[in-house]
């Protein structure tokens, strides 16, 4: 009797933990499911209006391209700003920072990690914003504004200040992994270079970056999965208007992503067709960003399976 | 079988003391709250433009009913008029009137005038303050674009006392559908020989930047040297934007402000009689700002669809509004409804019916 | 030949990455100096613990938006944490090696790539939009399952690391599985789950984006988990972008007060797990 009620016991938390995790993966496979249930008015009547060009609320119009593309845009040049940032981080904190500058950097680096995304948001619209629109894109403006692409006039709420934010944000993510990557340089291989009198830097350059080089392009696109998916910040500095590329390519114009329209337009949205295309560009983002995370998990698999063999 | 340590056990401890004592607040102030009223939510939505005075008298009858819970989301006229057909809001805030076809989809709604207010031609010029002279075609020429610069020769010529700069400018209107942009427009059909894009909610503006709400206008318009918009009275006043004279029918530049804008109201009133939805702009008079309105409170006449003790806390918080609410509306820079509109707010707001019986 | 020696080299490179290293560090400290400079002028009792004032009028506070917070919080801990832990049990003691295993590993690191906004809009379809009504409860189930990646990982982690000898041993006794999870592995790794849970708590407190059209917001205080309730992290936003002094001020010292209680926990756990692993 004894024996059985342990065998019970022992199945039923079996069974607890599964089932756990299968409300998990439940959960998981439902938000495919209510997105798409809920974007098949907008899918229905008409399949290609979220690629169009123009979004008017007010006509029943809604093509959500400014925003997939401003998406797109703002990550990349996000990502495009990080690298530098958090590889020259990374090195200098691996290779020549002090311990107490060490210990300094890595409190920082946590730091930076937890800040909500509402407090960038809010920093980058009543700090940044005046300061950008004064003392970048007016200097810029009027210097090479004849290239469209950083043409006047200078609106502090911009696509360049909300990659700009988006910059700090994902920083930390990719410096934490590429610390944690060019510690872990194999000692013999350092020791072997300093020994044949190779300065610091050429250590860096010819063994640590090399050998870490698969990881750091995991860890930046990781970065850039969650930069696609940013959205207070973003909603809150880049002018939320659809300008931005058709009427005006310039990156200091104000412009709009997929997740700034959800955040701005969503609670406020009664027209049910306007609800379903923002909750289809909200589709669109989910299958976006698990790709991209997901060749980062692919990467990631691959060195680890590297390392084991190694 | 104890691997437990005492650290461990010292701390699930602690962790279990702050969930009791948050469990004890939460309860205390359950009790604390739950009184003898009928408690009610009530959702509403609508115009920017009298937010600043709704948001007020929710909060001060908040103080009074603890119970009732009326909250208004600053969203536009148009939304708040198609959250009310959807009746995803209870009442809702509207600077524009029902339109016929409006009327003949979704019948039974009563017009509930709750206040009125200016609409202020606001600009950033810099080294411009207030007062600056304008009249109805040169409003509509610069919004329509046909005007594009600051100092051109209309504008300088009715503003002998200003130097005006060379400098762009830059219009800057609502991106939503709003009855501050039907009240604009409206004055503009109204008053202007040269105004060309018609009147309404929306209108296909060929210049310029979209903002969403006046409080969008307001901070777009902050930021933006050689910028002028169209904001409710107190938007401007309260940012500090400058704002313009407009001439009205009595051939004076008239300031707007609080008293200018009631007496455009009161020298309206008397049209409401006849017909609620009367459009008012442009009233003649000495000492009238001529882009004045109503703003409107729309709600079902018959509140059967909710619990009843919503249906009644909508109907005493409207009849409280039209009343003792007025009394702040002054404060805010909102005139106060003249007594004659008073009176036709109450004949509609006793056409509230629950069930068949009369709310009020 | 060369045109610069590599001495003078290795000095242009650590210049750059002492500046590069300063463009990171600068907006954090820079960030932290303004919320501290404009939040702490607006802190007191009253701002605390009294209802927000309407727009356009000045006063009031954020009280309700703190209690709106912990609410959801508790309640998002409550689906978020058990479910977190139950998983990463799942995770390292029945499946570590199983096909379905690793499917649910899968699964559940995808799921903390979802965007968090993506993760609102599911509880939005499936609470408001069926119910045609804002509520607290589907607030509470956005933050609830962004929790649950993170408490899974923790604990996942912190029992792979308990040795195996402990599992063996107890096998050996005859002590039956659940009770060798339990009371023997999931004891040795309570450090690590408390620390993860204690981490997600702290990340949902920053998060914004799933209650803006969930939770959305409120003026009074909240009567019930079934109601719009406000929330530190809307109330930021909402004052930030209101463009109405008084309330942008408010805003700041919203700020403060979450910046100091999610940096608080971090810097918790961050010690609490130094002493307990030496600093690993």
Redesign the interface.
Known sequence: MNKKS??F??S???Y???G??M???G??A??FV??A??SYPSIVNDPLMVFGSTWD??SGIFGGLPAIMGTLASSAIAVAFAI??????S???TE?APRRVRAA?SV?????A??????????G???I??LV?NYVQEPIIGSIGFIPLFSG?A???SLFLASLVLT?MI??II?SLTISLLSSTPAELREAMISLGA????VVRHVALPFSKLGIFAAIILAL?RA?????AVT?VIG??FMWPFSSVSLFS?ASTI?SK???E??????MLH?SSL?EL?LI??VI??TV??SA?LIITRISRRGATQ | MSFKNRKGISKILAVGIVALVLVAAGVFYYTQIMGAEQPATVTAGGASFPYPLISKWTSEYNKLHPLIQITYQSVGSGAGQNGLFAKTFDFAGSDSPLSDSQIAQNPGILHIPETGGGIVVAYNIPNIGSGMNLTADIIAKIFQGNITKWNDPAIAAINPALTLPDLGIVVIRRSDSSGTTDGFTTYLKNASSVWVLGSGKTVNWPTGIGASGNSGVASTLQQTPGGVGYLEFFYAKNNSIPYAKVLNRNGQFVEPTLSSISKALGAAAPLLTSDIRASVVNMPGDGVYPISVFTYILVYKDLSYMPEARAKAVANFLWWVIHDGQSFSESLLYPRLPSSVVTIAETNLRQLTYNGRPLL | MRLISRRSKEKLIIAALVALTGAAVIPLLWIVASIVWNGVSVMSIEFLTSLPAPFGSTGGGIGNAIVGTLIINLFASGLGIPLGILTGIYLSEYAYDSKMGSAVRTVVESLSGVPSIVIGLFAFTLIVLTFRHYTGIAATLALGIMMIPLVAKATEESMRVVSNDLREAGMALGIPKYNITTRIVLSMAKGGVISGALLAFARISGETAPLLFTALFSFYWPTGINQPIATLQVLIYNYAISGFADWVAKAWGASLLLVLVVIAINVAVRTLGRKKYGGA
């Open positions: 342990i065998f016991k022992d039923a938390f079996k607890l933990v599964g756990a995790s409300v998990v993966v959960f998981f439902m938000i209510m997105l249930i809920r609320v007010n530098p940032i958090s590889l020259g981080m090195v200098f904190f020549y950097l920082v680096i946590d730091i930076m937890t800040i909500p995304s509402v407090i960038f948001g809010i920093w619209l009543w700090i914003a005046p629109k006039p609106y502090g709420l700090f920083v930390p410096s300065t610091r830097w050429e999965g696609l998916g940013e959205t207070m809150m939320n208007s104000p997740t959800i955040a701005s969503l609670y406020e949205a009664v027209d609800v909750i909200g983002l989910l960003t698990l995370n997901f998990r």
